[in-house]
């Protein structure tokens, strides 16, 4: 791709590509040399509909789409993911022009719209295996991984790419270097990609019967979440009808939280980047006998020794819903009000106190406070159970009797 060629992109045609929305005779090229940097060009039209979000979600919520430093470790990444690129020409043309050059087998004409289409089906199948195998195999997780670290879910985060993710892709993409021009892949290629940002949004909700052939943004939502319903489901990059055809479909239903299933907790650049091939690295010499070494590095991110190659499912930590953080938020607060009201002997503190400890044993029962260790549950509920008795006769005697003293 040459950065120098037409950059000249009009408005109209500048939110087309954003929606893969172009037309055959406008993004036909001869040779790879003529086909423009789309996704630099692409550059102002990632800002303007990010400031767009950011308005229409005050308008529609009152609030911000997601916080300030999540926003800037995603355009960190997403600029640090471009850097090889000022150096050499990407993995990705590199090893398929190889193919192109050595092993094709015909050469479809690079101006029919024939040739344009077919190569839009196939990089769309093509992602859509690339992708379903990054969240499959543990090495090329360690790079994908990075894409899902963020906990918010907005236009900000398409732009949280990895650095180590080329290097696996282009695998899925070489069948077509057998038959289809360079110029003409290089086109899709970033089309596939652009295509993708406008899907990491929560302002968009449904979009009708459009749900049943395209990637929207209620799919893809799906995708980032790390509810068990979610977990390795639509992998789709434009045509959802990959995962419907192939079984790793799932319509978002209950609200979803975001992020990875073991959240990293940090902003730092590096870390987003590279923790996971860190986490490989000491599992690998933790893990004895040569075929489960070799397992670590190709089988599932949750394999161990003895469990199947995707791990086992009930080993993913429940994501909590937006319910449950409001409530363990609230009993946390509860729990520092009546310490301190213990601690200063203040009126009606055996009271607050009663009131907590009742809170513990709701929020439990529903399912939205859970012990440490499961196994201590029944001894959790006689301990509570106790302390309301205990601290409900310190109550009804305060009652009686004034303030406590």
């Excluded at 040739?115 to 195998?133: A, E, Q, S």
């Excluded at 906990?151 to 790419?161: G, I, K, P, V």
């Excluded at 003895?306 to 409530?327: D, N």
């Amino acid at each position: 791709m040459n950065p120098e060629a037409q950059q000249d992109v009009s408005v109209s045609q500048g939110i087309r590509m954003m929606f893969y929305m172009m037309k055959p005779n406008e993004t036909s090229f001869q040779t790879l040399e003529e086909v423009p940097d789309y996704v630099k060009q692409a550059t102002p039209f990632f800002i303007s509909l990010i400031l767009l979000e950011l308005v229409v979600s005050w308008i529609l919520k009152g609030k911000p789409p997601g916080r300030l430093d999540d926003a800037l470790t995603s355009i960190s990444a997403g600029i640090f993911s471009r850097l090889p690129s000022l150096f050499s020409r990407s993995i990705e043309l590199t090893t398929y022009i190889y193919i192109w050059e050595n092993y094709r087998l015909i050469s479809l004409p690079w101006h029919s719209p024939w040739t344009w289409y077919l190569t839009f089906l196939g990089v769309d199948f093509g992602y859509y295996w690339f992708h379903r195998m990054a969240h499959e195999v543990n090495i090329m997780w360690a790079g994908h991984q990075t894409h899902h670290s963020s906990e918010d879910y907005n236009l900000s985060t398409a732009l949280r790419q990895s650095v180590l993710q080329i290097y696996t892709s282009w695998i899925f993409y070489s069948p077509l270097a057998l038959f289809i021009p360079p110029s003409v892949y290089a086109v899709h290629l970033q089309f596939n990609l652009l295509y993708q940002f406008w899907i990491h949004t929560e302002v968009i909700n449904n979009l009708g019967p459009l749900e049943l052939i395209i990637n929207t943004p209620s799919h893809h939502r799906v995708h980032h979440g790390r509810n068990r319903y979610c977990i390795d489901k639509n992998y789709a990059g434009v045509l959802i009808i990959w995962d419907r055809i192939f079984g790793t479909f799932e319509a978002e239903n209950e609200k979803v939280v975001y992020g990875l299933t073991h959240p990293i907790n940090t902003f730092e650049p590096f870390k987003v980047q590279f923790h996971h091939l860190v986490y490989i690295w000491t599992t690998f010499w933790a893990t004895p006998g040569f075929f489960n070494k070799f397992s670590v590095i190709f089988k599932g991110p949750g394999w161990g020794p003895g469990k199947p190659r995707l791990g086992l499912s009930e080993e993913i930590p429940e994501a909590l819903s937006q319910v449950t953080l409001l409530l363990r938020v609230g009993f946390i607060i509860l729990t520092l009000t009546s310490i301190g009201f213990l601690l200063d002997q203040r009126p009606k503190a055996a009271i607050l106190e009663t009131v907590r400890c009742l809170g513990f044993l709701m929020l439990y029962r529903f399912g939205h406070l859970k012990p440490f260790i499961p196994s201590l549950s029944f001894a959790f509920e006689i301990f509570f159970s106790i302390c309301i008795a205990f601290w409900g006769v310190r109550s009804m005697k305060q009652l009686a009797s004034g303030p406590w003293k």
